[in-house]
């Protein structure tokens, strides 16, 4: 199963998504709105063009072109290119929103994530270590939308439009890597306490299938004296 870091393109992931952002900000600055959004969405197409003549993975190419596609044609509606950044700003606040509400629920994110990917039962719902463990995890991605949502909204209304660009890079890749640490901290935990209890009261008996249970049916009448008679 690949990594988080693998899934999301690695190093050129990052070059891929950010680097179009620069692009915007240089050509707006010396050319205007215009020039500055074909700049940007022609890079992002030709990122795209680049990986698939290499025959190379286009997925975190194509992962940054929609991105970009979608914030240059906010801007070019809004007129301004401080738009170029109103989706991510209102998607951080989105994604704190539903992340936050998971803890609210008692199901954080992390853990019901990791039980879904490995396609196993959430076992870690039964001991409140490892959901304490999760919730902290889970807390820290909140916190990487939420510190992503003020930093840049802030800098959105003063019209920082160069200093936006720096702080969707910046609070990007380097953020989630320190919310990585506290993820991966609490899934060994989990994982750990799971199968210490496990140890400690035995493999929890089988399920019985339908066949099996048809069977013990089935011995049980046998055995039942006939009360007719």
Do not use: H
Request: glycine share 8%; proline share 5%.
């Amino acid at each position: 199963m690949p990594t988080v870091w693998e899934d999301m393109g690695g190093a050129m992931g990052l070059f891929y998504s950010s680097f179009p952002v620069m692009v915007f900000v240089l050509v707006n600055s010396f050319a205007g709105l215009m020039p500055g959004i074909w700049s940007a969405v022609g890079v992002g197409v030709f990122f795209v063009i680049f990986r698939a003549v290499r025959k190379e993975p286009i997925k975190p190419a194509v992962s940054g072109f929609i991105g970009i596609a979608i914030s240059s044609f906010i801007a070019y509606r809004t007129g301004s290119a401080k738009g170029f950044f109103l989706v991510g700003i209102w998607f951080s606040l989105a994604c704190f929103a539903i992340v936050a509400l998971t803890i609210v629920f008692r199901y954080p994110l992390v853990g019901v994530l990791w039980s879904v990917m490995n396609r196993v039962p959430m076992k870690w719902k039964k001991d409140k270590s490892s959901v304490y463990g999760y919730d902290l995890a889970t807390a820290a991605l909140a916190a990487v939308f939420g510190a992503r949502f003020i930093v840049q909204r802030w800098l959105y209304e003063e019209d920082y439009t160069g200093w936006l660009a720096f702080a969707k890079i910046a609070m990007g890749y380097p953020l989630w890597g320190l919310a990585l640490i506290v993820v991966v901290w609490a899934i060994r935990r989990a994982d750990k306490r799971i199968k210490q209890r496990e140890a400690e009261e035995g493999p929890e008996p089988a399920e019985e299938t339908d066949e099996q249970v048809e069977a013990r049916l089935r011995e049980k009448y046998a055995q039942t004296p006939d009360q007719s008679t």
